[in-house]
Every structure is written in structure tokens, then in C-alpha cells.
């Protein structure tokens, strides 16, 4: 009788100790796989663009290069230059492209996403992809 209670005890512990390695290891796996899902791969590392500051030289500056051919040097498209933070603040013939805060009222947004009158940018080719259009937006709302 003895014997057998000690057994059946043994065994039992088993049981619950299997259990519970199991319940512990797919709760291990869901929480990995979650926070796995959230964080970037690396190469698009910044594609969350609200989890961290923007950098203009090192999220912005790269989205304005296909705008250069027309927006650099002296002879500028609408005397708008993108080649540097000061000079995309400062603006071109219509004056300030960005307002601090207020990406709805910056131009820079109504020409990216073509709201108004005036032609979307980039003029002839595909609009910017939606990533690169929203990080323009959170640099300029930051
Ligand atoms: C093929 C040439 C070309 C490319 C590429 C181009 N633009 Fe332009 N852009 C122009 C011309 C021409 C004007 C002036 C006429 C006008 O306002 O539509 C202009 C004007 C602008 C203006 C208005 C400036 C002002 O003060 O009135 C903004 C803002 C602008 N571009 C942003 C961009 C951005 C951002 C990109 C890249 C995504 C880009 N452009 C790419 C030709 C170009």
C-alpha cells in the first residue's frame, strides 16, 4: 500500500511537472512571437516611424534623393532645394515647406500627396512610396 502511494505520487508529479513545462514553454513562444512581430527587421529598421525621434539626415534625407535632380544646386526647381535640413526649412518660391507640428498645412505635404492646384511631386513619376510619405509627415508633426 505504501509502495503503490509513493508511486502513484511519483508518477503523478510527473504529470504536473510535464504540464507545466509545456504550459510554460507556449507561453514563452506567444510572447516571443509578439514582441518578435514588433520589432523592425533589420534594413527597413526605422519602418515604425513613431517608436523613435526622426533624424532628418538619417531618415529624411535619403526619401528626398529622387527629388534632387530637380531640387539642388543653383538652378532649383520653384528655387526649392532638398539637399540639406536648412535648405529644405527654409523653403523655395512659395516660402516655408514645412510648418513645425503642422504637417496638414505644409506644403511639403501637399505636394507629396498632390492636394491643391498645384502638380504632385515628384512631376511624371510615381507618387513616394506610403512609408516614405508618412515618415515625411512624422518628421515634420515631431
Ligand atoms: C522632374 C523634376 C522634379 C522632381 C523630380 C521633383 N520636383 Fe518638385 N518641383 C519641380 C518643379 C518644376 C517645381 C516648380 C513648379 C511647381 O511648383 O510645380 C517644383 C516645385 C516643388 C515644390 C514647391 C516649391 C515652392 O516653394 O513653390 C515642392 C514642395 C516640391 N517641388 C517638392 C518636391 C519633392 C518633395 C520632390 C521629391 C519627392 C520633388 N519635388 C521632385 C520639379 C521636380
Redesign the pocket.
Given at each position: 500500500m505504501g509502495v503503490t502511494c509513493h508511486l502513484d505520487t511519483t508518477r503523478f508529479r510527473k504529470v504536473i511537472l510535464g504540464l507545466g513545462g509545456v504550459l510554460l514553454m507556449a507561453a514563452w513562444l506567444a510572447v516571443n512571437s509578439v514582441v518578435g512581430a514588433e520589432k523592425p527587421s533589420p534594413g527597413q529598421a526605422s519602418a515604425s516611424a513613431s517608436s523613435r525621434a526622426i533624424d532628418f539626415r538619417r531618415d529624411v534625407a535619403p526619401?528626398?534623393a529622387?527629388?534632387l535632380?530637380?531640387?539642388s544646386g543653383e538652378k532649383a526647381?520653384?528655387?526649392?532645394r532638398?539637399d540639406s535640413e536648412a535648405a529644405v526649412l527654409q523653403?523655395?518660391?512659395?516660402?516655408k515647406?514645412v510648418v513645425s507640428g503642422h504637417s496638414n498645412d505644409s506644403?511639403?505635404m501637399k505636394?507629396?500627396l498632390g492636394l491643391g492646384d498645384?502638380?504632385r511631386?515628384?512631376?511624371?513619376?510615381d507618387p513616394?512610396p506610403r512609408a516614405q510619405i508618412d515618415k515625411s509627415r512624422a518628421w515634420i508633426d515631431q
Amino acid at each position: 500500500m505504501g509502495v503503490t502511494c509513493h508511486l502513484d505520487t511519483t508518477r503523478f508529479r510527473k504529470v504536473i511537472l510535464g504540464l507545466g513545462g509545456v504550459l510554460l514553454m507556449a507561453a514563452w513562444l506567444a510572447v516571443n512571437s509578439v514582441v518578435g512581430a514588433e520589432k523592425p527587421s533589420p534594413g527597413q529598421a526605422s519602418a515604425s516611424a513613431s517608436s523613435r525621434a526622426i533624424d532628418f539626415r538619417r531618415d529624411v534625407a535619403p526619401i528626398f534623393a529622387s527629388c534632387l535632380s530637380c531640387h539642388s544646386g543653383e538652378k532649383a526647381q520653384g528655387g526649392l532645394r532638398l539637399d540639406s535640413e536648412a535648405a529644405v526649412l527654409q523653403g523655395g518660391v512659395s516660402g516655408k515647406l514645412v510648418v513645425s507640428g503642422h504637417s496638414n498645412d505644409s506644403l511639403l505635404m501637399k505636394r507629396l500627396l498632390g492636394l491643391g492646384d498645384a502638380p504632385r511631386m515628384p512631376p511624371g513619376s510615381d507618387p513616394l512610396p506610403r512609408a516614405q510619405i508618412d515618415k515625411s509627415r512624422a518628421w515634420i508633426d515631431q
